[in-house]
Protein backbone atom coordinates (compact mmCIF):
# COMPACT_ATOMS: atom_id res chain seq x y z
CA UNK A 1 0.00 0.00 0.00
CA UNK A 2 1.10 3.51 -0.70
CA UNK A 3 -0.42 6.38 -0.14
CA UNK A 4 -1.03 6.98 -3.91
CA UNK A 5 -3.16 3.76 -3.84
CA UNK A 6 -4.94 4.51 -1.01
CA UNK A 7 -6.33 7.60 -2.82
CA UNK A 8 -6.90 5.57 -5.70
CA UNK A 9 -8.81 3.14 -3.87
CA UNK A 10 -11.13 5.91 -1.91
CA UNK A 11 -11.49 7.64 -5.23
CA UNK A 12 -13.20 4.33 -7.35
CA UNK A 13 -12.32 0.93 -6.23
CA UNK A 14 -13.10 -0.53 -9.31
CA UNK A 15 -10.65 1.62 -11.67
CA UNK A 16 -8.12 0.44 -8.69
CA UNK A 17 -8.66 -2.93 -8.90
CA UNK A 18 -8.46 -2.82 -12.70
CA UNK A 19 -5.04 -1.42 -12.79
CA UNK A 20 -3.49 -3.69 -10.26
CA UNK A 21 -4.88 -6.51 -12.32
CA UNK A 22 -3.06 -4.89 -15.19
CA UNK A 23 -6.86 -4.88 -17.52
CA UNK A 24 -7.06 -0.93 -17.40
CA UNK A 25 -3.27 1.26 -17.57
CA UNK A 26 -4.30 5.16 -16.65
CA UNK A 27 -2.50 7.79 -19.82
CA UNK A 28 0.12 10.01 -18.66
CA UNK A 29 -1.08 13.61 -18.13
CA UNK A 30 1.25 16.46 -18.93
CA UNK A 31 0.59 18.15 -15.81
CA UNK A 32 1.93 14.42 -13.75
CA UNK A 33 5.24 14.84 -16.11
CA UNK A 34 5.55 18.63 -15.61
CA UNK A 35 5.49 17.75 -11.75
CA UNK A 36 8.27 14.92 -12.14
CA UNK A 37 10.14 17.32 -14.18
CA UNK A 38 10.23 19.68 -11.48
CA UNK A 39 11.28 16.94 -9.27
CA UNK A 40 14.44 15.79 -10.91
CA UNK A 41 15.65 18.81 -11.08
CA UNK A 42 15.89 18.74 -6.93
CA UNK A 43 17.38 15.55 -6.91
CA UNK A 44 20.89 15.49 -8.93
CA UNK A 45 21.49 16.89 -11.90
CA UNK A 46 22.31 13.29 -13.68
CA UNK A 47 18.33 12.32 -12.92
CA UNK A 48 17.76 15.44 -14.30
CA UNK A 49 19.73 14.97 -17.25
CA UNK A 50 18.40 11.43 -17.32
CA UNK A 51 15.09 12.23 -16.96
CA UNK A 52 15.21 14.83 -19.59
CA UNK A 53 16.67 12.45 -22.50
CA UNK A 54 14.40 9.85 -21.22
CA UNK A 55 10.84 12.44 -21.88
CA UNK A 56 12.72 14.55 -24.71
CA UNK A 57 9.85 14.15 -27.16
CA UNK A 58 7.39 15.61 -24.59
CA UNK A 59 9.56 18.48 -23.58
CA UNK A 60 10.71 19.54 -26.86
CA UNK A 61 9.42 20.83 -30.07
CA UNK A 62 10.34 18.85 -33.17
CA UNK A 63 11.23 22.63 -34.07
CA UNK A 64 13.50 23.74 -31.47
CA UNK A 65 12.37 24.68 -28.10
CA UNK A 66 10.85 23.49 -24.92
CA UNK A 67 6.98 23.49 -24.92
CA UNK A 68 5.49 26.04 -22.94
CA UNK A 69 4.31 24.39 -19.88
CA UNK A 70 8.17 23.04 -19.71
CA UNK A 71 9.10 27.18 -20.10
CA UNK A 72 6.94 27.47 -16.84
CA UNK A 73 8.25 24.70 -14.64
CA UNK A 74 12.21 25.87 -15.79
CA UNK A 75 10.80 29.54 -13.77
CA UNK A 76 9.14 27.34 -11.09
CA UNK A 77 12.83 25.64 -10.51
CA UNK A 78 14.59 28.99 -10.76
CA UNK A 79 12.74 30.05 -8.65
CA UNK A 80 13.24 28.12 -6.38
CA UNK A 81 16.59 27.75 -6.96
CA UNK A 82 16.80 31.56 -6.23
CA UNK A 83 15.33 31.79 -2.76
CA UNK A 84 17.59 30.41 0.43
CA UNK A 85 14.88 29.11 2.63
CA UNK A 86 13.39 27.01 -0.05
CA UNK A 87 16.85 24.96 -0.18
CA UNK A 88 17.05 25.54 2.89
CA UNK A 89 13.70 23.31 3.67
CA UNK A 90 14.43 20.72 0.82
CA UNK A 91 18.45 20.26 2.36
CA UNK A 92 18.50 16.50 2.93
CA UNK A 93 18.86 13.21 1.35
CA UNK A 94 16.78 12.48 -1.73
CA UNK A 95 14.41 9.98 -2.90
CA UNK A 96 14.76 7.79 0.33
CA UNK A 97 12.08 4.61 0.83
CA UNK A 98 11.03 3.01 3.97
CA UNK A 99 8.78 0.60 4.20
CA UNK A 100 6.03 -0.06 7.86
CA UNK A 101 3.58 -2.02 8.35
CA UNK A 102 0.57 0.07 9.66
CA UNK A 103 -3.68 -0.20 9.50
CA UNK A 104 -3.17 -3.79 8.54
CA UNK A 105 -0.80 -3.55 5.32
CA UNK A 106 2.99 -3.10 4.44
CA UNK A 107 3.29 0.52 3.58
CA UNK A 108 5.93 1.85 1.51
CA UNK A 109 6.66 5.76 1.07
CA UNK A 110 9.30 7.65 -1.18
CA UNK A 111 10.47 10.70 1.07
CA UNK A 112 11.58 13.32 -1.34
CA UNK A 113 14.18 15.19 1.03
CA UNK A 114 15.10 13.62 4.85
CA UNK A 115 17.28 15.62 7.34
CA UNK A 116 18.37 13.40 9.79
CA UNK A 117 20.31 15.90 11.76
CA UNK A 118 16.84 18.74 11.72
CA UNK A 119 14.77 15.34 12.06
CA UNK A 120 12.55 16.99 8.83
CA UNK A 121 11.78 15.91 6.45
CA UNK A 122 10.11 17.93 2.90
CA UNK A 123 8.09 17.05 0.00
CA UNK A 124 8.18 19.35 -2.84
CA UNK A 125 4.36 19.87 -5.04
CA UNK A 126 3.38 22.01 -7.81
CA UNK A 127 0.08 23.82 -8.03
CA UNK A 128 -2.01 26.31 -9.72
CA UNK A 129 -2.30 28.83 -7.06
CA UNK A 130 -1.58 29.08 -3.51
CA UNK A 131 -4.64 30.30 -2.59
CA UNK A 132 -7.09 28.62 -4.19
CA UNK A 133 -10.01 27.02 -2.65
CA UNK A 134 -11.56 23.92 -3.28
CA UNK A 135 -14.87 22.23 -1.80
CA UNK A 136 -14.06 19.29 -0.11
CA UNK A 137 -16.40 16.47 1.15
CA UNK A 138 -13.83 14.86 3.51
CA UNK A 139 -13.13 17.68 5.46
CA UNK A 140 -16.50 19.25 4.70
CA UNK A 141 -15.78 22.32 3.78
CA UNK A 142 -13.73 24.50 2.22
CA UNK A 143 -10.14 24.00 1.69
CA UNK A 144 -6.50 24.89 0.34
CA UNK A 145 -4.99 22.66 -2.47
CA UNK A 146 -3.21 21.06 0.51
CA UNK A 147 -5.88 19.08 2.26
CA UNK A 148 -7.97 18.60 -1.72
CA UNK A 149 -5.22 16.53 -2.93
CA UNK A 150 -4.49 15.38 0.42
CA UNK A 151 -1.10 15.97 0.90
CA UNK A 152 -1.99 16.23 5.14
CA UNK A 153 -2.59 12.29 4.99
CA UNK A 154 0.30 11.53 3.04
CA UNK A 155 2.69 13.85 5.54
CA UNK A 156 0.85 12.07 8.26
CA UNK A 157 1.62 8.65 7.07
CA UNK A 158 5.15 9.40 5.77
CA UNK A 159 5.43 10.62 9.98
CA UNK A 160 4.25 7.30 11.75
CA UNK A 161 6.00 5.30 9.28
CA UNK A 162 9.42 7.38 9.77
CA UNK A 163 8.53 6.68 13.29
CA UNK A 164 8.33 3.17 12.99
CA UNK A 165 11.87 3.46 11.07
CA UNK A 166 13.73 5.76 13.14
CA UNK A 167 12.22 5.48 16.57
CA UNK A 168 11.72 9.63 16.45
CA UNK A 169 9.13 12.10 15.26
CA UNK A 170 10.33 14.02 12.19
CA UNK A 171 8.08 16.89 11.31
CA UNK A 172 7.40 17.10 7.95
CA UNK A 173 7.18 20.29 5.53
CA UNK A 174 5.73 20.97 2.01
CA UNK A 175 7.68 23.49 -0.46
CA UNK A 176 5.28 24.41 -2.87
CA UNK A 177 5.14 26.08 -6.14
CA UNK A 178 2.96 27.63 -8.15
CA UNK A 179 2.53 27.51 -12.12
CA UNK A 180 1.73 31.60 -12.42
CA UNK A 181 4.17 34.15 -13.99
CA UNK A 182 5.85 34.92 -12.15
CA UNK A 183 5.88 31.61 -9.67
CA UNK A 184 4.40 32.16 -6.22
CA UNK A 185 6.18 29.99 -3.58
CA UNK A 186 6.07 28.80 0.52
CA UNK A 187 7.35 26.39 2.53
CA UNK A 188 4.77 25.39 4.64
CA UNK A 189 4.24 23.29 8.58
CA UNK A 190 1.02 21.57 9.68
CA UNK A 191 -0.03 21.77 13.19
CA UNK A 192 -0.13 18.16 14.89
CA UNK A 193 -3.85 18.24 15.71
CA UNK A 194 -4.40 17.76 11.53
CA UNK A 195 -2.47 14.24 11.94
CA UNK A 196 -4.62 12.92 14.27
CA UNK A 197 -7.73 13.12 11.82
CA UNK A 198 -5.79 11.44 9.12
CA UNK A 199 -5.31 9.07 11.47
CA UNK A 200 -8.73 8.47 12.07
CA UNK A 201 -9.70 8.71 8.72
CA UNK A 202 -7.35 5.94 7.78
CA UNK A 203 -8.20 3.70 10.72
CA UNK A 204 -11.95 3.93 9.42
CA UNK A 205 -11.26 3.24 5.63
CA UNK A 206 -8.78 0.78 5.69
CA UNK A 207 -10.46 -2.15 6.95
CA UNK A 208 -12.42 -1.67 3.27
CA UNK A 209 -9.62 -1.06 1.45
CA UNK A 210 -7.79 -3.98 2.76
CA UNK A 211 -10.85 -6.32 1.76
CA UNK A 212 -11.35 -5.09 -1.78
CA UNK A 213 -7.77 -5.62 -2.19
CA UNK A 214 -7.72 -9.34 -1.29
CA UNK A 215 -10.59 -9.24 -3.09
CA UNK A 216 -13.43 -10.44 -0.21
CA UNK A 217 -15.83 -8.17 -1.31
CA UNK A 218 -16.60 -6.73 -4.89
CA UNK A 219 -15.01 -2.82 -5.89
CA UNK A 220 -17.38 -0.31 -6.37
CA UNK A 221 -17.59 1.62 -9.35
CA UNK A 222 -17.55 5.87 -8.81
CA UNK A 223 -19.18 5.86 -12.47
CA UNK A 224 -17.53 9.17 -13.08
CA UNK A 225 -13.75 8.70 -13.52
CA UNK A 226 -12.17 8.09 -16.97
CA UNK A 227 -12.18 4.16 -16.48
CA UNK A 228 -15.46 3.77 -15.56
CA UNK A 229 -17.07 6.56 -18.14
CA UNK A 230 -15.02 3.78 -20.89
CA UNK A 231 -16.51 0.50 -19.78
CA UNK A 232 -20.11 2.37 -18.71
CA UNK A 233 -23.01 0.32 -19.90
CA UNK A 234 -26.49 2.09 -19.53
CA UNK A 235 -29.26 -0.19 -18.17
CA UNK A 236 -31.87 2.16 -17.14
CA UNK A 237 -32.98 6.11 -16.40
CA UNK A 238 -32.01 7.92 -14.54
CA UNK A 239 -33.97 11.03 -12.34
CA UNK A 240 -32.60 15.06 -13.06
CA UNK A 241 -31.84 15.22 -9.26
CA UNK A 242 -29.05 12.18 -9.37
CA UNK A 243 -27.01 14.05 -11.72
CA UNK A 244 -25.59 16.30 -8.91
CA UNK A 245 -26.24 13.90 -6.10
CA UNK A 246 -25.37 10.32 -7.50
Known sequence: MSVSQFKNFRDCEAKTMAKLSGE??????????????????FESDEDFAAFIEENNGAIFKARGGKYSDFETADNMIEAL??????????????????????????????VDSINHSRKTFSDLKTTQD????????????????????????????YRRVLQENLGETYTPY???????????KAVI?????RFDFEY???????????????????P?????????RATKKLKDTIEVGELIYE
Not at 174 to 184: D, H, L, M, S, W
Not at 189 to 193: A, I, M, N, Y
Request: hydrophobic share 40%; net charge negative; charged share 30%.
Open 24 to 41: YKEPSSNAMLVGSYVHAA
Open 81 to 110: KNDSFALFAMDGDKEIIYTAHLWGMDWKIK
Open 130 to 157: LHKRYWSEKYDGWVSFIEAWDYVLQMAV
Open 174 to 184: IVAVTKETPPN
Open 189 to 193: HFDES
Open 200 to 218: EYLEMKMERVFQVKKGDVK
Open 220 to 228: VRCNKCDYC
